[in-house]
Every structure is written in C-alpha cells, then in structure tokens.
C-alpha cells in the first residue's frame, strides 16, 4: 500500500501537465531538465527516507524542521508542504475535469472537477483503511493502463518526429523554465512520510514504499515522455486542434496511431483517469494530515487539529484544504498553479535536507533504521540541484515566486500574533 500510494501521488503528472514544459524547452531541452529533476529526486528520496524512518510522524518535513531547526523553520517547512499539497489537488482535479469533458462534452469541466473533490473527500472522511486499499487498486490500473499506452505508441516512434522543433524559444535556456513542469513527474512521493503514524511498521517499511515507488516513477516518466512525443511531435501533444494549451497529452498522441473510434483510444481517456484519480486522492490523504498536524501542535486553530472520534480521520482538515480547492479551481490557472506547488515542494526539499544535517549533527544517538547512503554527498546533491531548480523558477516565474513569499509571509504573520507557540 505504500508503494501504491507513493506511485499514486505521482502519476498524475504522468498523464497531463509535464507536457506544457515542452513549449519552453522543446524534446532535446525537456529531456535534459527531466534528467536533472530525476537525479533530484532520487537523491532527495534517498535522504529524506532517514527523517521519515528515524521521526514516523503525519506532519513529515513539518516536524523533521521543527525538530532540528527550530519552531521557525518548521512553520516554513510545513506551510511550504502544505502549498505544495493543496495547490497540486486542484490542478489534477482541473485534469480530471478536461477528461471527462471528453465524454460529457454538454458538461462543463469545473462540475466534474469540483464533483470530485466531493467524492474523494467523503471517502477519505470515511477511513485510511479504505482509502489506502482503493489507492492500492486504482494505482494498480494507472500504471497499467500506461503500459498499455507505450505498448500502442512505441511501434510508432519516429525519430523524425521526435526531434522535430527540438529546442523552440530560447534554446538550451529553455532547461530552466521547463523545470518544474518535469518536476510533474515526481511531484508529491514524499507525501508517504505523511501517512507514517498509520503505516504498521513505519520504521522499516517507509524506506521500502520510497525506493520501490522511485523506480517504478523513473520507468514510466521515460516510457511516457518517448511514446507520447515520438508519435507526431511535441506539438501535437500539447496543443488541441483548435490550438489552445491541452491537458490531455495521453490522448492526443494515441489518436495520432489509432484514431478517436477506436476502442484503445476510449479505453485510454476512461481508464486514464485512474491515474489522475490515485494522484487526486493520495494528495488529498496525504495533504489532509499536513492540514491535522498543524492544527494539533497549535499552528492553526485547535479544530483543525482534531480526529473524528468514530473513524479517526481528519474531517477539518479535509474539509478546510476542499474549500481551498474550490477556489483555486475557479481561477481556471493549470500553469500557474502547478507552478505554485512547485514552488512549495522546492523549498520544502531545501528545509528538509538542511533538518537533515543539522540532526546528523545534534541527535547523533537518534535511531535510524534507514540510513542514507553516502551521506553527505547524496543529501548535498538534492540540495544543490534543489536550490538550482528554485532559482531558476525564481527567475522565469517571477510573479508566481513573489505571491508565494507573500503567502507565506502573511501566513506565518497571522500565525505569529495569534499563537504564540510559533
């Protein structure tokens, strides 16, 4: 269950919202940012599995910061994790919307979208033991289907088209502002340390749900990228017909082999959505205990903080980041809000490995069952890249980067006059 729901965070991005990247850097520059975010992200997993083993706690980097840096530093952990959780569920719940939108077409996609944040909030209002079991499931068929979807694709590849318009815009520049659209491949593993206080054997079994979810992410993020732009370019999987921006690249590129009649090709938009499905609600539980730590240790209003007493769930807390949901979906902004989560999942891996060596440093005795192999180096290699990533969408995402600070800012001023724990 903790591979499933480690993939299931995930995959997602496999099925919509890394192709926009191709616009800035095209095949050639896109691929060379998914390299760099892919060697990030197994070195950041690597280290972070050794705070998530040593402190099994649902709050993950909230309470690793605030542990070894200080209450600080851990509101900034936890309100970064927290951004990145809550702004990643709308823009998959947007995801959903335009898939759907593919069989209902008299319906708009904000009512499909905003029906599923319904849905899955109920369900996981329900119990963990429900939700992981139908993640398990879902995830199972997401991946699946995906195999199926490289199965059709592949034999059609083109090199040709492939490397058609290789790098648009601005050249190899173009890596940079690409980057968090290939973060899209990975965006959200972490969210298995959040589940640490319901995992059965926490201290041994996390490490294995990260390392065993990390490969198969780097197996389909290539098996994706290759099939889906080898078919008829990237522009064909980026752009509809009528030339607007898609989130639906899985499907545009299958028709270019099998046509929209085709039984594969109903198959892929309708089980398709499984994958936006698992990711949609792997967030949501994992967001909802970032939501409930806060509340429990007193950085949010006590309510927030509290189990249902029947089910032992979260129910404030799902129904605290829904009503964000809601209102992010009704900006219509895909791009800017995953570029949003984004930003809070780099600044949350930078805080992350910092609580890292500073634990290595001051709890020398702490018991870790996971290690990090060749420490320092690995956790220093998530850093650097981390910080690379951040600068540059710093630079090629300015306003976005500027309403991030100011969020985070004016949260931790309401946070300061009202609870002085922080």
């Known amino acids: 269950m903790l591979w499933a729901l480690g993939v299931g965070y995930v995959i997602s991005g496999m099925y919509f919202g890394w192709n926009l990247g191709l616009v800035h850097a095209g095949p050639f520059g896109f691929l060379a940012a998914t390299l760099i975010v892919t060697v990030l992200y197994v070195s950041f997993v690597m280290s972070y599995a050794e705070?998530?083993?040593?402190?099994?706690?649902?709050?993950?980097?909230?309470?690793?910061?605030?542990?070894?840096?200080?209450?600080?530093?851990?509101?900034?952990?936890?309100?970064?994790q927290w951004v990145e959780f809550v702004f990643a569920m709308p823009a998959i719940a947007a995801a959903i919307g335009a898939y759907l939108g593919e069989f209902y077409p008299a319906i708009s996609p904000h009512v499909f979208a905003a029906g599923a944040y319904v849905v899955f909030t109920l369900l996981n209002i329900l119990g963990v033991k429900q939700s992981a079991v139908f993640e398990l499931c879902i995830t199972v068929v997401a991946v699946f289907e995906l195999l199926i979807f490289a199965g059709v694709t592949l034999p059609h590849f083109s090199w040709a088209a492939f490397s058609s318009d290789a790098l648009p815009s601005i050249g190899w520049w173009g890596i940079f502002p690409a980057i968090p659209y290939a973060i899209w491949f990975y965006v959200c593993i972490e969210g298995i340390a959040n589940v640490a206080e319901e995992s059965r054997?926490?201290?041994?079994?996390?490490?294995?749900?990260?390392?065993?979810?990390?490969?198969?992410?780097?197996?389909?993020?290539?098996?994706?990228?290759?099939?889906?732009?080898?078919?008829?370019?990237?522009?064909?999987?980026?752009?509809?017909?009528?030339?607007?921006?898609?989130?639906?690249?899985?499907?545009?590129?299958?028709?270019?082999?099998?046509?929209?009649?085709?039984?594969?090709?109903?198959?892929?938009?309708?089980?398709?959505?499984?994958?936006?499905?698992?990711?949609?609600?792997?967030?949501?539980?994992?967001?909802?205990?970032?939501?409930?730590?806060?509340?429990?240790?007193?950085?949010?209003?006590?309510?927030?903080?509290?189990?249902?007493?029947?089910?032992?769930?979260?129910?404030?807390?799902?129904?605290?980041?829904?009503?964000?949901?809601?209102?992010?979906?009704?900006?219509?902004?895909?791009?800017?809000?995953?570029?949003?989560?984004?930003?809070?999942?780099?600044?949350?891996?930078?805080?992350?490995?910092?609580?890292l060596f500073r634990l290595r440093k001051a709890e020398p005795d702490l018991h870790r069952p996971y290690r990090t192999p060749f420490y320092p180096w690995v956790p220093t290699v998530a850093l650097v890249l981390s910080v690379m990533s951040l600068l540059a969408m710093v630079v090629f995402h300015t306003t976005i980067a500027l309403a991030f600070v100011v969020l985070l800012l004016l949260g931790y001023a309401f946070f300061r006059r009202f609870y002085r724990q922080v």
């Open 51 to 80: 705070l998530s083993c040593a402190i099994p706690r649902a709050g993950g980097a909230f309470i690793y910061a605030q542990r070894a840096l200080g209450p600080r530093w851990g509101f900034f952990a936890g309100a970064a």
């Open 201 to 355: 054997d926490p201290q041994k079994d996390l490490a294995r749900g990260f390392g065993t979810a990390m490969v198969t992410l780097v197996v389909l993020a290539v098996l994706v990228f290759f099939s889906a732009v080898g078919v008829a370019g990237w522009k064909a999987i980026v752009f509809e017909p009528g030339g607007a921006m898609s989130d639906r690249p899985l499907p545009l590129a299958i028709r270019q082999v099998i046509g929209q009649s085709h039984v594969l090709y109903r198959l892929l938009v309708g089980v398709g959505l499984c994958g936006l499905v698992a990711s949609f609600h792997g967030i949501m539980l994992a967001g909802s205990r970032a939501t409930f730590e806060f509340g429990r240790v007193g950085y949010a209003p006590g309510w927030v903080g509290r189990l249902d007493a029947r089910r032992g769930t979260p129910v404030a807390a799902l129904l605290v980041n829904m009503v964000i949901g809601f209102l992010a979906l009704a900006t219509g902004a895909t791009q800017q809000i995953i570029t949003m989560a984004i930003f809070g999942a780099l600044t949350m891996y930078i805080i992350s490995i910092f609580a």
